[in-house]
Protein backbone atom coordinates (compact mmCIF):
# COMPACT_ATOMS: atom_id res chain seq x y z
CA UNK A 1 0.00 0.00 0.00
CA UNK A 2 2.96 2.35 0.85
CA UNK A 3 4.41 1.74 -2.61
CA UNK A 4 0.86 2.66 -4.20
CA UNK A 5 0.48 5.67 -1.82
CA UNK A 6 3.76 7.30 -3.05
CA UNK A 7 2.81 6.54 -6.70
CA UNK A 8 0.06 8.55 -6.38
CA UNK A 9 1.19 11.16 -5.06
CA UNK A 10 3.82 11.84 -7.30
CA UNK A 11 1.78 11.36 -10.52
CA UNK A 12 -1.07 13.20 -9.62
CA UNK A 13 -3.84 10.12 -9.31
CA UNK A 14 -5.92 8.48 -6.97
CA UNK A 15 -5.97 4.68 -6.07
CA UNK A 16 -8.82 2.84 -4.44
CA UNK A 17 -7.58 -0.37 -2.44
CA UNK A 18 -9.81 -2.85 -1.90
CA UNK A 19 -9.46 -6.38 -0.99
CA UNK A 20 -10.11 -8.94 1.64
CA UNK A 21 -9.31 -7.49 5.20
CA UNK A 22 -7.60 -10.79 6.04
CA UNK A 23 -5.51 -14.22 4.38
CA UNK A 24 -8.65 -16.52 5.73
CA UNK A 25 -10.98 -15.54 3.30
CA UNK A 26 -8.30 -14.33 -0.01
CA UNK A 27 -9.48 -17.10 -2.63
CA UNK A 28 -13.04 -16.69 -2.11
CA UNK A 29 -13.28 -13.30 -1.87
CA UNK A 30 -10.64 -12.07 -4.38
CA UNK A 31 -12.70 -12.86 -7.10
CA UNK A 32 -15.67 -11.02 -5.96
CA UNK A 33 -13.60 -7.73 -5.37
CA UNK A 34 -12.00 -7.95 -9.04
CA UNK A 35 -15.92 -8.02 -10.31
CA UNK A 36 -17.05 -4.68 -7.51
CA UNK A 37 -13.46 -3.30 -9.74
CA UNK A 38 -14.46 -3.86 -12.76
CA UNK A 39 -18.27 -2.72 -11.86
CA UNK A 40 -17.04 0.64 -10.61
CA UNK A 41 -16.18 1.63 -14.14
CA UNK A 42 -12.31 2.61 -13.32
CA UNK A 43 -9.63 4.00 -15.75
CA UNK A 44 -7.45 0.72 -14.74
CA UNK A 45 -7.26 -2.21 -12.61
CA UNK A 46 -4.13 -3.81 -10.63
CA UNK A 47 -4.71 -7.03 -9.27
CA UNK A 48 -3.27 -10.18 -7.79
CA UNK A 49 -4.03 -12.89 -10.51
CA UNK A 50 -3.03 -15.72 -8.92
CA UNK A 51 -6.23 -17.27 -8.35
CA UNK A 52 -8.13 -18.70 -11.93
CA UNK A 53 -11.44 -17.12 -11.31
CA UNK A 54 -9.76 -13.80 -11.26
CA UNK A 55 -7.55 -14.42 -13.75
CA UNK A 56 -11.01 -14.96 -15.76
CA UNK A 57 -12.23 -11.81 -15.04
CA UNK A 58 -9.61 -10.29 -16.92
CA UNK A 59 -11.09 -10.95 -20.07
CA UNK A 60 -14.56 -9.09 -18.87
CA UNK A 61 -12.49 -6.18 -17.92
CA UNK A 62 -10.54 -6.04 -21.06
CA UNK A 63 -14.09 -6.60 -23.25
CA UNK A 64 -15.31 -3.04 -20.64
CA UNK A 65 -11.94 -1.28 -22.28
CA UNK A 66 -10.09 -1.12 -18.56
CA UNK A 67 -6.62 -1.92 -18.95
CA UNK A 68 -5.22 -4.53 -16.17
CA UNK A 69 -2.07 -4.85 -14.85
CA UNK A 70 -1.47 -8.01 -12.40
CA UNK A 71 0.87 -7.39 -9.81
CA UNK A 72 2.45 -9.92 -7.61
CA UNK A 73 1.11 -13.37 -9.60
CA UNK A 74 0.82 -13.25 -13.13
CA UNK A 75 -1.83 -14.57 -15.77
CA UNK A 76 -0.39 -13.98 -19.23
CA UNK A 77 -2.43 -16.36 -21.04
CA UNK A 78 -4.87 -13.64 -20.65
CA UNK A 79 -5.42 -9.81 -21.80
CA UNK A 80 -3.68 -7.90 -18.99
CA UNK A 81 -1.67 -5.57 -20.23
CA UNK A 82 1.74 -5.88 -18.01
CA UNK A 83 2.64 -7.76 -15.01
CA UNK A 84 4.76 -6.19 -12.24
CA UNK A 85 6.50 -8.74 -9.58
CA UNK A 86 8.61 -10.98 -8.77
CA UNK A 87 10.40 -13.02 -11.32
CA UNK A 88 9.12 -16.25 -9.72
CA UNK A 89 11.19 -19.05 -11.52
CA UNK A 90 14.62 -16.90 -10.06
CA UNK A 91 12.21 -16.87 -6.80
CA UNK A 92 12.12 -20.50 -6.78
CA UNK A 93 15.31 -21.45 -7.96
CA UNK A 94 16.51 -19.76 -5.04
CA UNK A 95 14.67 -21.49 -2.48
CA UNK A 96 15.85 -24.84 -3.99
CA UNK A 97 19.22 -23.44 -3.82
CA UNK A 98 19.06 -22.51 -0.25
CA UNK A 99 17.62 -26.09 0.82
CA UNK A 100 20.25 -28.17 -0.72
CA UNK A 101 23.08 -25.86 0.84
CA UNK A 102 21.08 -26.10 4.36
CA UNK A 103 21.07 -30.08 3.43
CA UNK A 104 24.47 -31.27 2.14
CA UNK A 105 21.83 -32.25 -1.00
CA UNK A 106 20.48 -34.87 1.20
CA UNK A 107 16.98 -34.31 1.84
CA UNK A 108 13.21 -35.80 2.08
CA UNK A 109 11.15 -32.81 1.67
CA UNK A 110 7.62 -32.63 2.77
CA UNK A 111 6.05 -29.56 0.15
CA UNK A 112 3.01 -27.14 1.77
CA UNK A 113 1.46 -24.79 -0.29
CA UNK A 114 -1.54 -23.03 -0.05
CA UNK A 115 -3.47 -25.18 -2.79
CA UNK A 116 -2.31 -26.26 -6.03
CA UNK A 117 -4.63 -24.07 -8.36
CA UNK A 118 -2.61 -20.98 -6.95
CA UNK A 119 -0.43 -20.06 -9.96
CA UNK A 120 2.19 -18.19 -8.55
CA UNK A 121 3.03 -20.76 -5.62
CA UNK A 122 2.73 -23.57 -8.70
CA UNK A 123 5.83 -21.55 -10.12
CA UNK A 124 7.75 -21.45 -7.24
CA UNK A 125 7.10 -25.02 -6.74
CA UNK A 126 8.37 -25.84 -10.34
CA UNK A 127 11.34 -24.01 -10.50
CA UNK A 128 12.31 -25.28 -6.69
CA UNK A 129 12.25 -28.77 -8.04
CA UNK A 130 14.38 -27.76 -10.73
CA UNK A 131 17.09 -26.60 -8.58
CA UNK A 132 17.22 -29.83 -6.49
CA UNK A 133 16.93 -32.25 -9.17
CA UNK A 134 20.33 -33.16 -9.47
CA UNK A 135 21.01 -33.64 -6.01
CA UNK A 136 19.61 -36.53 -3.74
CA UNK A 137 16.72 -34.44 -2.66
CA UNK A 138 13.41 -36.20 -3.02
CA UNK A 139 9.90 -34.94 -2.58
CA UNK A 140 8.18 -37.33 0.33
CA UNK A 141 4.96 -35.59 0.18
CA UNK A 142 2.51 -32.84 -0.25
CA UNK A 143 -0.09 -30.85 1.36
CA UNK A 144 -2.42 -27.95 1.07
CA UNK A 145 -2.71 -25.82 4.36
CA UNK A 146 -4.82 -22.93 2.50
CA UNK A 147 -2.81 -20.34 3.67
CA UNK A 148 -3.97 -20.75 7.58
CA UNK A 149 -1.75 -21.21 10.45
CA UNK A 150 -3.87 -24.04 12.17
CA UNK A 151 -4.82 -25.88 8.93
CA UNK A 152 -0.78 -25.55 7.85
CA UNK A 153 -0.18 -26.66 11.39
CA UNK A 154 -2.16 -30.13 10.82
CA UNK A 155 -1.19 -30.91 7.95
CA UNK A 156 2.03 -30.44 9.07
CA UNK A 157 1.70 -33.11 11.94
CA UNK A 158 -0.22 -35.45 9.94
CA UNK A 159 3.34 -35.37 7.02
CA UNK A 160 5.43 -36.28 9.61
CA UNK A 161 3.39 -38.94 11.05
CA UNK A 162 2.64 -40.37 7.69
CA UNK A 163 6.22 -39.82 6.41
CA UNK A 164 8.73 -40.22 9.57
CA UNK A 165 11.48 -39.82 6.79
CA UNK A 166 10.90 -36.25 6.31
CA UNK A 167 13.50 -33.88 7.25
CA UNK A 168 13.16 -30.64 5.36
CA UNK A 169 10.05 -28.67 4.36
CA UNK A 170 9.38 -26.14 1.71
CA UNK A 171 6.62 -23.72 2.21
CA UNK A 172 4.47 -21.43 -0.01
CA UNK A 173 2.18 -18.87 1.58
CA UNK A 174 3.27 -16.63 4.39
CA UNK A 175 1.03 -17.96 6.72
CA UNK A 176 1.64 -21.39 5.82
CA UNK A 177 5.37 -21.10 6.79
CA UNK A 178 3.66 -20.09 10.11
CA UNK A 179 1.93 -23.22 10.36
CA UNK A 180 4.76 -25.04 9.71
CA UNK A 181 6.80 -23.22 11.95
CA UNK A 182 3.82 -23.92 14.97
CA UNK A 183 4.10 -27.79 14.53
CA UNK A 184 7.81 -28.25 14.79
CA UNK A 185 8.10 -26.03 17.78
CA UNK A 186 5.37 -28.30 19.26
CA UNK A 187 6.90 -31.35 18.51
CA UNK A 188 10.36 -30.33 19.37
CA UNK A 189 11.89 -30.72 15.84
CA UNK A 190 14.92 -28.63 15.64
CA UNK A 191 16.60 -30.82 13.66
CA UNK A 192 14.05 -30.36 10.29
CA UNK A 193 15.45 -27.24 7.70
CA UNK A 194 12.73 -24.77 6.93
CA UNK A 195 12.48 -22.74 4.01
CA UNK A 196 9.81 -20.74 3.23
CA UNK A 197 7.94 -17.35 1.90
CA UNK A 198 7.05 -14.26 3.24
CA UNK A 199 8.19 -11.92 6.46
CA UNK A 200 5.44 -11.67 8.57
CA UNK A 201 6.02 -11.25 12.16
CA UNK A 202 5.43 -15.16 13.18
CA UNK A 203 7.72 -16.02 10.67
CA UNK A 204 10.46 -13.89 11.85
CA UNK A 205 10.33 -15.11 15.30
CA UNK A 206 10.47 -18.42 14.00
CA UNK A 207 13.29 -17.17 11.97
CA UNK A 208 15.13 -16.05 15.20
CA UNK A 209 14.25 -18.84 17.04
CA UNK A 210 16.11 -21.49 14.76
CA UNK A 211 13.24 -23.29 13.53
CA UNK A 212 12.75 -21.56 9.47
CA UNK A 213 16.21 -21.41 8.41
CA UNK A 214 15.42 -18.71 4.98
CA UNK A 215 12.40 -16.85 4.19
CA UNK A 216 12.47 -15.55 0.88
CA UNK A 217 10.56 -11.84 0.33
CA UNK A 218 9.02 -9.72 -2.45
CA UNK A 219 9.17 -6.31 -2.51
CA UNK A 220 5.54 -5.59 -2.00
CA UNK A 221 6.34 -1.46 -2.13
CA UNK A 222 8.12 -1.55 -5.40
CA UNK A 223 5.50 -3.72 -6.81
CA UNK A 224 3.05 -1.17 -5.46
CA UNK A 225 5.03 1.79 -6.92
CA UNK A 226 5.89 0.40 -9.99
CA UNK A 227 2.43 -1.14 -11.03
CA UNK A 228 0.89 2.24 -10.52
CA UNK A 229 3.62 3.99 -12.43
CA UNK A 230 3.09 1.14 -15.56
CA UNK A 231 -0.86 1.23 -14.97
CA UNK A 232 -0.77 5.20 -15.57
CA UNK A 233 1.60 5.36 -19.02
CA UNK A 234 -1.03 2.68 -19.89
CA UNK A 235 -3.91 4.75 -19.77
CA UNK A 236 -2.59 7.74 -20.59
CA UNK A 237 -0.52 6.08 -23.51
CA UNK A 238 2.29 7.18 -22.40
CA UNK A 239 5.20 5.98 -24.78
CA UNK A 240 5.51 1.35 -24.71
CA UNK A 241 4.97 -0.49 -21.55
CA UNK A 242 6.97 -3.18 -21.16
CA UNK A 243 5.12 -6.62 -20.58
CA UNK A 244 6.96 -7.52 -17.74
CA UNK A 245 8.26 -5.42 -14.60
CA UNK A 246 10.50 -7.54 -12.40
CA UNK A 247 11.06 -6.33 -8.90
CA UNK A 248 13.68 -7.75 -6.11
CA UNK A 249 13.65 -10.76 -4.03
CA UNK A 250 15.57 -10.71 -0.87
CA UNK A 251 17.14 -13.90 1.18
CA UNK A 252 16.29 -13.57 5.06
CA UNK A 253 18.47 -15.65 7.38
CA UNK A 254 19.42 -15.05 10.78
CA UNK A 255 22.93 -13.49 9.86
CA UNK A 256 20.39 -10.41 8.49
CA UNK A 257 17.26 -10.51 10.29
CA UNK A 258 17.29 -7.44 11.95
CA UNK A 259 19.11 -5.12 9.02
CA UNK A 260 17.46 -6.81 5.46
CA UNK A 261 15.18 -3.14 5.50
CA UNK A 262 18.22 -1.40 6.23
Same mark, same amino acid.
Given at each position: ?11 ? @? ?21 ? %? ?9 ? @? ?22 ? @? ?64 ? @? ?83 ? %? ?40
Amino acid at each position: IAGVKEADASLG @VETEVIGPATAENFMSEMPVYMQ %QAIDSDPDGIL @VYAGIPEVASLIEHAHEKGIPVVT @VDADAPDTARAAYVGTDLYKMGFACGEELVSLTDGTANVGYVCTAKTIENEARVYAAFKDAVCDYY @VTIAAEAEGANNVGEAEECTKRLLAEHPEIDAFFVTGGENATGVAKALEELKRTDIAVVGLEDTKENLDYLRKGIIDALFVQDPY %QMGYQGIRTLNKLINAEGSVKGSVSTDTVKITIDNVDTYKD
